[in-house]
């Protein structure tokens, strides 16, 4: 079956660095649109980052942008979140997800399957 497995969250301090990695099993890597998405406590998931299936296209919310920069290995079958400059409303769970020959969304139901999250705290 399809598994998506992230890994890399963790605790940082304002200004610092993380980069997360989602690892795909069980689908045909390359044929599938990648994404992140976040959720802070209390609040809806949103979206953060989207790769096309081969790289070429990459798409980010306005509160990462310059900031989040999203990659992905398909001979790995990986997705990456490198993220720098966090602050502390970037806390949340992380999680990524998986669209079959979809385009680059920031539509969560346009995800056909999503990893269990890891979670991203920044401190003040």
């Known amino acids: 079956q399809v598994q998506l497995v992230e890994s890399g969250g963790g605790l940082v301090q304002a200004g610092g660095s993380l980069r997360l990695s989602c690892a795909a099993s069980?689908?045909?890597?390359?044929?599938?649109?990648m994404g992140w998405f976040r959720q802070a406590p209390g609040k809806e998931r949103e979206f953060v980052a989207s790769?096309?299936?081969?790289?070429?296209?990459?798409y980010y919310a306005d509160s990462v942008k310059g900031r989040f920069t999203i990659s992905r290995d398909n001979a790995k079958n990986s997705v990456y979140l490198r993220m720098n400059s966090l602050k502390p409303e970037d806390t949340a769970v992380y999680y990524c997800?998986?669209?079959?020959?979809?385009?680059?969304?920031?539509?969560?139901?346009?995800?056909?399957?999503w990893g269990q999250g890891t979670q991203v705290t920044v401190s003040s």
């Open positions: 790769i096309s299936r081969s790289s070429g296209d990459t």
């Open positions: 997800a998986a669209n079959r020959f979809g385009s680059i969304t920031a539509m969560a139901k346009g995800y056909d399957y």
């Open positions: 069980g689908l045909t890597f390359s044929e599938y649109t």
